[in-house]
């Protein structure tokens, strides 16, 4: 469990700073970290493609490919995390109000209470059916390809080449993972075109939705996809506004 969470901070940071190089951005917010997240988690899903199209769907690739892109991406890296950790140490002055701070405390409390789904055994019927069973597959032949009498198989499968790194707790911590990248772009996009306590607000309201903060404890890809079409319409807008 210990060792997930932390597999899975180290590649939500790396990639992070991968994607932070990718689109040549050096300001740390908000903002800045979700798009380079999700461009981050987007090329890795796309290269475990091609490992697995090459039959190169072995663990120490993966470890090789991490550390490479952290050597690459260090000095992203190091801001992202120093900026985060400035931010936690500022909270208080950075949402003053009682009213921001009664909406954090929920979002926290949600949060936890879906992280400790997220880390119990997996009981979703797709999750069991394709999402994790055919990642294991795939991990078991060393490559990514047809597997028999399984129509999912043949789908794009880009989300789940996420699930095909550490096994079910890791899995189920992107979609979780997702999750609270959607809210973190809800809040940015908030803020940018209204006010920071209605983005805050708006970021509270869609995680606490059941729908949201239960499904983003199974290994499933809906809230994945939600975040992507999301961002692609933030980022739209934000090239509207500034081309």
Request: contains cysteine.
């Amino acid at each position: 469990m210990i060792v997930s969470i932390t597999i899975f901070l180290a590649i939500i940071f790396v990639f992070s700073a991968a994607g932070s190089r990718i689109i040549k951005q050096k300001n740390s917010n908000i903002e800045n970290f979700v798009i380079s997240a999700c461009i981050g988690l987007f090329v890795l899903s796309i290269v475990v493609f091609v490992i697995g199209a090459l039959g190169m769907l072995y663990r120490w690739v993966f470890v090789v490919l991490i550390i490479l892109c952290f050597v690459i991406s260090y000095k992203e890296a190091t801001g992202i995390i120093s900026h985060f950790v400035s931010r936690l140490r500022m909270i208080g002055r950075i949402f003053p109000s009682r009213f921001e701070r009664f909406l954090i405390v929920i979002f926290v409390i949600v949060g936890i209470a879906s992280l400790i789904e997220t880390l119990a055994p997996e009981i979703g019927n797709d999750a069991l059916a394709y999402h994790l069973a055919h990642p294991k597959v795939f991990v078991q032949m060393h490559k990514i390809a047809a597997i028999e009498y399984a129509r999912e198989s043949l789908w794009p499968y880009f989300t789940e080449m996420l699930f095909t790194l550490q096994g079910q707790a890791l899995a189920k911590l992107f979609h979780f993972g997702s999750a609270i990248l959607l809210s973190l772009g809800i809040y940015a996009f908030g803020s940018r075109y209204f006010s920071r306590i209605s983005g805050l607000l708006a970021a509270t309201i869609f995680f606490a939705t059941p729908a949201i903060f239960t499904q983003a404890g199974y290994a499933y890809i809906d809230i994945m996809v939600a975040l992507y079409a999301f961002m692609s319409l933030y980022l739209f807008l934000a090239w509207r506004d500034s081309k």
